[in-house]
C-alpha cells in the first residue's frame, strides 16, 4: 500500500488554467472519491497523478517520490475501457506485465486468479468484441491490478454502462478493494456513485479547480453501505448542492 500526496498543484494549457492549487491526501489503502463540474479538469487531475502530464507549480508524491519514478506501479482504468482487439481477454490483462518483460508462463497464476477476481475466467478466451460493456470494464480493471499497483486510478469507468450493471460493478470495486486495499482515485461525475465507494469525498469547484470541500465519509457511513439510508440520502444532497453551487 502506498501513501498519495498532492500538495499545491496547478496546471495551464496555453492560456487556459485548469487545476488551481489542488491539495489533499491518500493515506494507505484509501479509496479517494473526486466530484466536481463537467470539464472541471478531474481527468487532468489524474493524468497528472499517473505522471504522463507535468504539473506547472506543486507537486505529487507517491511514498515520497515523484510519480515518474513510479511509472509501471500505477494502475489507469479510463473511461474509454479500451481492450486491444486483437487479443483475448486473457492476453489483454498480460499485456502490462508482458510491457514490463514478465515472463507469460510465470505469470499465468497471476493473470487467471485475477480473472477469477473478476468473474471472467469462463470468459478468457473470448475478444472484446464478444463480451459485454461491463465485462470490458472488468477486463480493464484486472488489467491494471496485474501488475500489482501502488496507486489505481479510476477515470469515470462505469460512465458509459447502463444503471443496473453499474450497480454490480460498483460492488466489484468494493470487493477487489477489499481484497488488494490498492490506494484508489475513483474519479466520476456520478455523486451517488461515489457516496456508495468512497472512503473521503473531494469536491472540486469549476474551472480552474480548486479543492472546495474534503469529506471524510468512512467517519459518518460506515460500509457496506444502503442507497436508501436516511445518512447515505443526506450526503448525496449536500454534495449534489455543493456542485450546483459551481453553476450559479
Known sequence: MAELNIVGVSKSFNNLKVLNNISFTAKPGMLIGVLG????????????????????????????????????????VPQSLTLYPWRTVEENIF???????????????????????????EFKDYYPHEISGGMKARAC???????????????????????????????????????????????????????????????????????????????ILPKPRSIFSDVFLDIRKNLIQLIQEEFT
Open 95 to 121: 499485456f502490462g506485465l508482458e510491457i514490463r518483460g514478465i515472463n507469460k508462463k510465470s505469470s499465468r497464476e497471476l493473470v487467471y486468479n485475477l480473472l477469477k477476481a473478476v468473474g471472467l475466467y
Open 37 to 76: 463540474p463537467s470539464g472541471c479538469g478531474k481527468t487532468t487531475l489524474l493524468r497528472i497523478l499517473s505522471g504522463i502530464e507535468k504539473v506547472d507549480t506543486g507537486k505529487v508524491l507517491i511514498n515520497n517520490e515523484a510519480p515518474n519514478t513510479y511509472r509501471h506501479k500505477i494502475g489507469y
Open 141 to 219: 480493471l484486472a488489467r491494471a491490478l496485474a501488475i500489482d499497483p501502488d496507486v489505481l486510478l479510476m477515470d469515470e469507468p462505469f460512465a458509459n454502462i447502463d444503471a443496473q450493471t453499474r450497480y454490480y460493478l460498483q460492488l466489484e470495486v468494493l470487493k477487489i478493494h477489499q481484497k488488494y486495499r490498492k490506494t484508489t482515485v475513483f474519479v466520476s461525475h456520478n455523486v451517488e456513485e461515489i457516496v456508495f465507494l468512497a472512503d473521503t469525498v473531494i469536491v472540486l469547484t469549476k474551472r480552474p479547480a480548486t479543492v472546495k470541500k474534503e469529506i471524510d465519509l468512512s467517519a
